[in-house]
């Protein structure tokens, strides 16, 4: 698995933006769908890369892709 550094949880937001999420709710947590899967992101900075690592994998996106869209 590539390595995945901490980053933002901002950043986070906006790339699963441009995957087609969108927000549903927001508190101490984000929460985001598609339409088909529910992904809930902390509002952490920066978030664990071991944390964003099983978000992304939640969202259905592979590490590499995901570094494509931040």
């Given at each position: 698995m590539p390595k995945?550094?901490?980053i933002s949880h901002q950043r986070a937001v906006n790339a699963f933006?441009?995957?087609?999420?969108?927000?549903?709710?927001q508190g101490k947590h984000t929460t985001m769908t598609d339409g088909k899967r529910i992904i809930t992101?902390?509002?952490?900075?920066?978030?664990?890369?071991f944390?964003?690592?099983g978000i992304?994998?939640?969202?259905?996106?592979?590490?590499?892709?995901?570094?494509?869209l931040l």
């Open positions: 995945l550094s901490g933006k441009k995957a087609g999420f969108w927000i549903t709710r992101i902390p509002r952490a900075n920066p978030i664990n890369s944390t964003m690592a992304i994998k939640d969202a259905g996106l592979s590490i590499e892709e995901f570094k494509e």
